[in-house]
């Protein structure tokens, strides 16, 4: 089993920068795919950043060269640095870690609130 706790989401005007934390415990995730997505009020939840164990990451259109994704091994934590902020960033960050094409392996954390208004 994988717990992961999301920290970090908070209220923030647009133009403003957040950092999400996302601190794994019960595994080590080097192996992980490692994701955050978001849930908007009404929407699905969305991909909004990855980063696959060697390094390679990826984005949603939407968020390319504000946010970005990173990961620190040593201490089972991944980041996601967000920039620029927009309203319609607002949203619940989650938090995933994963092992492709194994079902049992999809882990979730609680998710974290982010609101950007004015």
């Known amino acids: 089993q994988v717990r992961l706790v999301e920290s970090g989401g908070g209220l923030v005007q647009p133009g403003g920068s957040l950092r999400l934390s996302c601190a794994a415990s019960?595994?080590?995730?080097?192996?992980?795919?490692m994701g955050w997505y978001r849930q908007a009020p009404g929407k699905q939840r969305e991909l909004v950043a990855a980063a696959i164990s060697d390094g390679t990451t990826n984005y949603a259109d939407s968020v390319k060269g504000r946010f970005t994704i990173s990961r620190d091994n040593v201490k089972n934590t991944v980041y996601l640095q967000m920039n620029s902020l927009k309203p319609e960033d607002t949203a619940v960050y989650y938090c995933n870690a994963r092992i492709p094409r194994i079902a049992a392996e999809n882990y979730w954390g609680q998710g974290t609130q982010v609101t950007v208004s004015s």
């Open positions: 019960g595994r080590i995730v080097t192996t992980y795919v």
